[in-house]
């Protein structure tokens, strides 16, 4: 249920103040603290794993004068901005005043100023703000009830104009208009009732558009010289998840496109939609190709990337070979504010870039360390490096325990019928581990940490939660399992129609692998996940009610009938995707699989411990979903546990809530798996959170 990176751009995709009852009550459900032994490994608070981070999301503006960044205003993330000389952002103020729900998605208008989205509650029905940074006035540039904003296209030839896709019309299509950011003017340029995205061009024209089909085949049509949308091609069911257009370069007579036509490993061209002559511009035979680098006003390629394990990048424009050499030399080198260099080298991506090309934003990450952020200073016109200037680590508190971190080691596990899974695996820093033998000294309680998506990946990074549960004592598992994205059209058609099967099989096998390797205790196995992850681990529950010992459900769908009867208005235009890939709602032989593979059917089979995580205003994973199951097991006296969150949405982005909701898993899985608990204090742990308990396991309120 989350969106993929660049992919699945129009479906859906991920998963990342007042307490309700009384603090006797949430006491009665989450404080039954156990004693733990002491371990050599120093415990780290929970609060610096799931604090907001200090400072995060640097970027410059278009004309290299300003950056701006997110942090904390009173708990809550804003947007900042300063000057570009200010690089270590000492004299950085606000510029925006959210006082309840964390700022996420910001970027630069090509006249310098910013431009933000946000929901309320976690509803997605996200409105388009900008801030004059002379006035310092705020503008709700879509001033509309329930509706949903897209930018489709800023252009840096009309820096006061962009073009957005808008619901105001209809729920279920957007319509695209013209937006002066300067006065507000709005203008409508292409009323739609059949296409799901739109590609424009540097002169914001619209040149490409995709039209879903019953068949899951999308059809994509450009534009003709009178303005006439033409058919171009139908792209096969096999390979609609990983086609579509990306842009064009700045004179318009090239598109750049991925797909997977003729090829299993989806591939970028350029294209001149006139002749449909198509250049091959990066493939890999490893992995999807996942990302492409632009020239900021060419909009020439430069460097794409794959990611199998981790991420790589290949240089397709000399002009920045001496850049890239130059800055992954920098990563090796990189020490952190205790002076130590990393355990392992530093990877780096380029955040934003002036139109000039002299400065970027840099972000260097690997798995043991928080992101840092440089400004990199180089000739635009030989293309030397001349300056990498340290500006903020996001996380400092976890920077001071990088020692007491772990490394996210990637994995092959073989499927029962022999595909390949690449994995993630961590476990904690204290157990002895070789180079060629990933094995503790004796068996540990596991967790099985499920993605979302299902179209999604996991990927080698700094996993706060691999990091937080490996200090709590776990091996911790994470499996790209048939379905997942990154690894060719057949990777993915592998998972259609088997949730609930061969995609559950693969988690399976991953578990039977590490109890086979003793990394895991086949006592003490929990499966833990999001949107996705939460139906896998209901149907661990369900379908496998031996296999673990316990499962954590965050917004998870329980019944998948409901599940795609509810879908938001604008997902439906693109419902084939369901039907083609997780069963056809429309055929009595579809539901019935459907009720086949949905964890409601089967939930008089639990008899494992289960918390539920639920945010009330969840436009993708309904409340509904949760309410079914946990009625179901009141009704059939199985012990249950849910929290219901009443400000947010498909996952917790509120600070208090993301502290509270895993100081409660953490309990949890320390009560039935035995791993390492720092206490819950409900003053300290839920302060600011806004939940409720809707069911305990020993009152069984019903909700």
Known sequence: MKKTAIFLKNLHAVLIGIILLSTAIITTAFATTTTIEAKKTPL?????????????????????????????????LNIWVT????????????????????????????????????????????????VDLKTNEIKDLTPFPKIKVGIVKMSSKFPNELLIALNNRDPQ??????????TGK????????????????????????????????????????????QFYERVPF????????????????????????????????AVNLSTRKKTLLAASTKADCSDLLLHPVKLTPQAFAIEYDKVEWTILDPAIKQDFSYLKNAGTNIHDSNNRKSSSELAFSIVSRTLADDKWILHYYNDTNPSRFYLYERDPKTGTPQRLTFMFTAL???????????????????????????????LPPTKTITSSVITPNTPLPMV?????????????????????LANRGYAVLSVNYRGSTGFGKSFISAGNNEWGRKMHRDLIDAVNWAIGQKIADPQKVAIVGGSYGGYAALSGLTLTPNVFNCGVSIVGPSNLITLLKSVPEYWK?????????????????????????SPLTYADRIKKPLLILQGEHDPRVKKTESDQIAAKMVKKNIPVTYVLYHDEGHGFVREPNRCSSNAIIEEFLAKNLGGYLEPINPKVDFAGANFSVVIDDKQQKKP
């Open 83 to 130: 000057d570009s000389n200010d690089v270590n952002l000492s004299h950085a103020k606000p510029i925006t005043q959210e006082k309840k729900r964390d700022l996420l998605n910001y970027s630069w208008s090509f006249n310098n100023n910013i431009i933000y989205t946000q929901d309320q509650n976690g509803d997605e029905n996200s409105h388009l703000y900008y």
């Open 573 to 597: 235009p693109d419902i084939a995707i369901f039907k083609k890939r997780v069963g056809n709602i429309d055929t009595a032989a579809g539901r019935k699989m459907l009720r086949e593979r």
């Open 396 to 426: 400092p508190t976890i920077e001071k325990h990088s020692e007491s971190l772990a490394p996210m080691r990637p994995i092959i596990i073989e499927a029962r019928d022999g595909l390949k899974l690449l994995s993630y695996l961590t």
């Open 238 to 269: 096999e390979d609609a998840l990983l086609t579509h257009f990306i842009g064009f370069d700045q004179t318009g007579t090239i598109a750049y496109k991925i797909e997977t036509l003729h090829r299993d490993k989806a591939a970028i061209y």
């Open 173 to 182: 299509w957007h319509d695209v208009y013209r937006l002066n950011i300067i």
């Open 448 to 468: 099985l940490l499920v993605h979302g998506g299902p179209w999604a990946r996991d990927s080698w990074r700094l996993n706060i939660r691999h990091q937080w």
């Open 186 to 229: 709005l203008t409508l340029i292409e009323k739609n009732d059949q296409f799901v995205s739109f590609i424009a061009d540097e002169n914001l024209q619209l040149r490409v558009a995709k039209k879903p089909t019953v068949a899951n085949s999308p059809e994509f049509y450009t534009k003709d010289a009178t303005g006439q949308w």
């Open 44 to 76: 780290i608070p929970r609060k610096v794993f799931f604090a907001n981070p200090e400072k995060t999301a640097a970027s410059i503006s278009h004309d290299g004068t300003k950056i701006a960044f997110l942090a904390p205003v009173n708990g809550v």
